[in-house]
């Protein structure tokens, strides 16, 4: 039998009972929950996660936040970038994703051209995120220039999340998916863009290969959390795509991903095992059959 690590046994119950003996509902974090977890200097666990299967098992493992992101456009679509989201596909994947998972905080992707051509559309489609989707927050790419919207979207009541760095919503200015802040200019540009969001009202920052150097120093300047993708283990927490870390797919393996199980290999097996089964007619058996 496996010992349960400490992780598994923090994990929420669906019922628990408060200090009179009351049943009460488990409780989903907020973003206060996560802000005590920064003041607390504890490291911050996000993942992203896209349906009910996969959020039920994020909530057994008690992770922090789910981000439904708009990354779902290459592992759940199967696009090259994350351009062709639509506003839709995310509260779709994020009304699954809080089916499966009553503890996490719930954040979803801004996808690209739902906030970029106007204060309005951003205003508008961030509300459906919370409203028809369920979001706690949302997360948009950007940095100063964003910051007029961002400040009207916490002034409606909704929490904000930047990511700087290499954002892939722009992978075709880039010309690519590079690191980004190498040189002193793009540094000090990443630092202002940190510093203005955070004055416009961010409660988060997603930082995105990023040298590890840089985005230490945008955790200092900040006051608010630092969530690293690709940027080192000095942020304030770190967040993956949850089929890269399973390791779903090997052909994708830039080099801030760990993969912390081998599921294509132990996925494909099964399936093959099934298909063999079929075949010598030994599935079903007796014991699977009425
Ligand atoms: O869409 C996404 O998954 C993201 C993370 C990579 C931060 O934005």
Known sequence: MTRPTSRRRMAPQTLTSDDEGNCIMARRKTIRDIHQLYADQT??????????????????????????????????????????????????????????????????????MSYQASAEDGLRNAGRLLKEGGAQAVKLEGGESLCPM??????????????LGLTPQSVHAFGGYRVQGRDDAAAER??????????????????????????????ELLSIPTIGIGAGNQTS??????????????????????????????????????????????????????
């Open 237 to 290: 927490g770190q967040v993956l795509v949850i089929q890269d870390l399973l390791g779903m797919n090997t052909d994708f393996q830039p080099r801030f991903v760990k993969r912390f199980a081998h599921l294509e290999d132990t996925i494909v097996d099964a399936l093959s095992a099934y298909g063999d089964e079929v075949q010598s007619r030994a599935f079903p058996d007796d014991d699977h059959a009425y």
């Open 43 to 112: 490291p911050i666990t996000m993942v992203t996660a896209y349906d009910f299967t996969f959020a039920r098992l994020v909530e057994k493992a008690a992770l922090d936040i789910i981000l439904i992101g708009d990354s779902l456009g290459n592992v759940i679509q199967g696009h090259d970038t994350t351009v062709p989201v639509e506003v839709d596909d995310i509260i779709y994947h994020t009304r699954a994703v809080i089916r499966g998972n009553r503890s996490a905080h719930i954040l979803s992707d801004l996808p690209f």
């Open 150 to 163: 961002v400040h009207r979207m916490v002034e409606a009541g909704i929490p904000v999340v930047g990511h």
């Open 190 to 219: 990443l630092l202002a863009d940190a510093r203005a969001l955070q004055d416009a009202g961010i409660y988060m920052l997603v930082l995105e290969m990023v040298p590890a150097e840089l985005a230490h120093r945008v955790t």
